[in-house]
Structure formats: structure tokens, C-alpha cells
């Protein structure tokens, strides 16, 4: 939902940082209720290493549910713009007419192994509101998570059948996190996608950048670096590098 560990979302570190802001918001909420939510705004919505609304302004949601016992539900939705990241504008690879919209229902589970060490399995859905890469492409990905006293989290995430492209992608990465202060608080990781089977490259992708957090809301800006390794001739997002962005949450 992205930087900070994500107990109730698709992901520890979320692919963009309205994932970083909405956890870090929604980790606080679960503490005090079973329900939360949150809005938010960025300049863009980057995600390993690429923008999925194609370097442009977009807007994000999250409802999550989350027991005592560990187990957790939600759903993550945001707006895109597949055409410009595939093909720049064009109709290319089935891009030009592509998804505005994404829908990610989530489940999963947290428990704490030890006081400083906490795990997660988690799946998610994704959803979308027209076509991507030429076709449907709703597809399942899986999670296994890592976290140390909320300083350090990984990230393995795994799709079988991403972009319903009949090829898998892969993902680990890493965020390490240390707060100046209980508002303020200092982020940075990166990680490897693999995903050329289906994108045409893999990607290498980093990021660092300052989180400002209140009871209902927060700021977040964040660099974002990238590198592509191309495979073959396909489109592929061009690596988001060089990007700083700002996101602005409220949360319920």
C-alpha cells in the first residue's frame, strides 16, 4: 500500500509510495481499531522501477480489516495510465486503449516469531477495468515477508502467471527505516524484478526519501532510481529514474 512493513496490504514495500505512506498510516490504525482506510495522492505511481501511470499525477485508495489473531483482508485500488508507460501514447502491444484502474484485493497473515522478528504470507489479486498488454489480465501474486523490529523488512513476492502472459515474475527487495523523531522518519531500499518474460526487461530499481506522518495523515518524498536490463524486442516501461515524488495521504 509502500515503504515501511505493511501488516494489512499487498506488499511490505509498496511498489509506489502511496504504498509506503498508506502502511505507515494503517500500521498506526490497526493498533487502536480493527478497520482503517485511507486516500491518497502522488505524482506518480512508481512500482519496481517502473510508472504505472505513465509519469503522471494520480489518486489511491485502501480499506483494510485486520484481527486480533493475525489475519488480515483488504482491498488497494489506483488509477493508471498503461498506454503512456507501454507505449508512450501510441497503440503498441495492445497498450493503447489500455487499463485506467486497478483493483487489488488482498488476505493474509502476521505473526511475530520473537519480540524483534515478525513474518507475513500474504496474496493478492489483480484486478483491472479494460485490457493490459493486448488482453485480460487479472492474476494472483504471493508474498512471503520478513520484518525486524519494524528497521528492516524483505520482500519475496512471486506471480505464477503475471498479466495473464503465461509467464511468472519475481520480486525481493529490502527497505531499511530509521526514525528522527515520531513524526519523522528517514527510508531507503531497492531491489530486482524479474520480469522480462512478460514486460521485456527486468528491472533493478531503488529508492530513499523522508516520511512526515500525523495522527490522520502524512507527506512523503521519495527518489526513486532504475535501471532495465532489456530482453528481446518487446515494449517495456521505460525505468523510472531520477524521480523524486511526493505523495500526500489522509487516513481514516
Known sequence: MSETSHPKGPWTERPSLPALLACVLLGHAAGAAELAASVSATSDYVWRGFSKSGGDPTVQGQLDWQHDGGAYLGVFVSGLDFAAAYGGGYRRYGAGDGAEIEFVPYLGYSTAVSPAWRVEAQ??????????????????????????????????????????????????????R???????????????????????????????????????????????????????????????????????????
Not at 512471503?144 to 503465461?166: F, G, K, T
Request: no cysteine; glycine share 12%.
Open 178 to 252: 530509521y526514525p528522527l523523531s515520531p513524526a519523522w522518519t528517514l527510508s531507503a531500499g531497492g531491489g530486482w524484478f524479474e520480469a522480462g518474460r512478460v514486460l521485456g526487461a527486468d528491472y533493478l530499481h531503488w529508492h530513499a526519501g523522508l516520511t512526515w506522518q500525523h495522527r490522520h495523515g502524512g507527506i512523503d518524498v521519495r527518489y526513486f532510481g532504475a535501471s532495465d536490463r532489456p530482453r528481446g524486442g518487446r515494449a517495456r516501461p521505460a525505468p523510472a529514474n531520477g524521480e523524486v515524488v511526493l505523495t500526500l495521504t489522509v487516513g481514516f
Open 123 to 176: 496474496v493478492a489479486q489483480y484486478l483491472f477495468d479494460d485490457d493490459v498488454l493486448g488482453g485480460s489480465a487479472s492474476y494472483q501474486e504471493g508474498y512471503l515477508l520478513a520484518h525486524y523490529r519494524d528497521l528492516v523488512s524483505a520482500e519475496l513476492a512471486y506471480a505464477p502467471d503475471a498479466y495473464d502472459q503465461d509467464a511468472a515474475t519475481f520480486n525481493l527487495q529490502a527497505t531499511a
